[in-house]
């Protein structure tokens, strides 16, 4: 069975997100519809949508009366989170600001084009996405897992490597994926402090404090200020194995770039893959 995308769309006409509703099973695609663009961004943050369709002048908040506004901060917030796009307005001719999105061809016109222009072009965008080419690991953020912030550092990481473009990789690849991993740690603490004590959830000194937490959670003793720690075995071999590549890698290869090939960037990329999806099932399981 084929991945089935979702999309969200945003406007404030309520025929118009009936007919997105109405289309969606015949092109294949989820959609989910606010009239608003504060119940747009809260529903994004907290879910995984592979695209969005924005209206130039909406809705703020359902209090609010249409206007540009609406587009500035939408706009500005998509871009940012890096999610596909595309704008569907009756206002294509007053908005100078589009002129870029229009020559990018992302902007479409209401009474000119279809509902089925829009889909054609943003499934288009989904599929050179790093989260359609890779969707088990992007599925650990949103919701109950890492916060979505924390997807833009893997969506760079992702994009870097697939241009071949490993200038200042340090602080494109080894660092990001770093702090994931460090997320990763952290986030099993709020889902359960009895897996991984709150006491070694503690990145001052980075590589020692993410080796704290293997070795914890690989049924270790942990010493930390006179202190010992220890708790049951809860990771596997492979990805015990999987968190020590990048531990092992990301904290030397930060300071010593020159010395790493294109092949071990991608071996810490696919180690952080592995553990993400292992961080999904240990949520999952707890819910």
């Given at each position: 069975m084929?991945?089935?995308p ?12 009936d ?10 695609v989820?959609?989910v519809?606010f009239?608003?663009w504060?119940?747009t961004k ?5 879910n995984?949508a592979d695209?969005?369709?924005?209206d130039?002048?909406?809705?703020l908040t359902?209090?609010?009366?249409v ?7 939408s ?8 999610i ?15 002129k870029?999105?229009?020559?990018e ?9 279809k ?8 499934k288009q965008?989904?599929a050179?996405s ?5 969707p ?14 924390y997807?833009?550092?893997l ?5 870097v ?6 200038k200042?990789a340090e ?8 702090m994931i991993?460090?997320n990763v740690?952290?986030t ?5 402090e009895?897996?991984?004590s709150?006491?070694?959830v503690?990145f001052?000194?980075?590589?020692i404090?993410?080796?704290n937490?293997?070795k914890?959670?690989?049924?270790m003793?942990?010493?930390i ?13 492979y ?17 010593e ?5 294109s ?16 961080l999904k099932e240990?949520i999952?399981?707890?819910?």
């Open positions: 084929s991945y089935i979702t999309i969200v769309i945003d406007d404030d006409n309520e025929d118009i997100l007919i997105f509703e109405l289309k969606s099973a015949k092109e294949n989820n959609v519809t009239s608003s504060d119940k809260e529903y994004l943050k907290n995984i695209a969005v369709v924005l130039a002048k909406g809705q359902a209090d609010d009366d206007s540009e506004a609406h587009l500035f901060e706009f500005t917030w998509v871009k940012a989170a890096k596909p796009y595309a704008i569907y307005t009756a206002y294509t001719d007053e908005l100078s600001m589009l870029q999105q229009i020559a061809g992302r902007v479409f016109t209401k009474g000119r084009h509902v089925e222009d829009v889909f054609n072009f943003l965008e989904i050179q790093p989260k359609m080419k890779y088990e690991p992007f599925s650990c953020f949103g919701g109950d897992y890492i916060d979505n912030k997807q833009e550092l969506m760079n990481v992702v994009l490597l697939q241009n071949s473009e490993i200042n602080n494109f690849l080894f660092n990001p994926v770093r991993l460090e740690f952290r099993i603490n709020e889902v359960d009895k897996v991984l709150y006491a070694l503690n001052e000194n980075q590589k404090g993410l080796a937490c293997s914890y959670l690989n049924g003793h942990v010493s200020r006179g202190e010992s720690y220890s708790g049951r075995k809860v990771l596997g071999v990805i015990s194995q999987q968190i020590q590549t990048i531990i092992g890698i990301c904290h030397p290869a930060s300071h770039i020159q010395k790493y090939s092949y071990t960037f991608k071996s810490v990329l696919w180690a952080i893959f592995d553990v993400l999806i292992w240990f999952d399981e707890r819910k």
